[in-house]
């Protein structure tokens, strides 16, 4: 089982900026893509943006150019660096990472619990 612990969120004001964390922990598993979601009140989780474990990227266009991930292998970590935020990045954002089994090819998701950030006007 691979757990995942978030960090880094809260309160800013339109235009500030958050950085927001997530380690991934357990045994027995490699850990390949990780990302960030997010999920505003009464939206559906969206793609943030996911990074391969060779470092490409993938970020929703409402983020580009705003938003950067980064990750550390060897740590099993993954960050987010939340730049000119706007009041609509508003939402509870969850790390994400899918990992297989050493001994498999078999690929699992797993979530953490989310950590709010919340941009006021």
């Known amino acids: 089982q691979v757990q995942l612990a978030e960090s880094g969120g809260g309160l800013v004001q339109a235009g500030g900026s958050l950085r927001l964390s997530c380690a991934a922990s357990?045994?027995?598993?490699?850990?390949?893509?990780m990302g960030w979601y997010r999920q505003a009140p009464g939206k559906q989780r969206e793609l943030v943006v996911t990074i391969t474990s060779g470092g490409s990227t993938n970020y929703a266009d409402s983020v580009q150019g705003r938003f950067t991930i980064s990750r550390d292998n060897a740590k099993n970590a993954v960050f987010l660096q939340m730049n000119s935020l706007k009041p609509e990045d508003t939402a509870v954002y969850y790390c994400t990472s899918r990992a297989t089994r050493w001994t498999s090819i078999t690929e699992y998701a797993f979530w953490g619990q989310g950590t709010q950030v919340t941009v006021s006007p």
């Open positions: 357990g045994t027995g598993f490699k850990i390949n893509d």
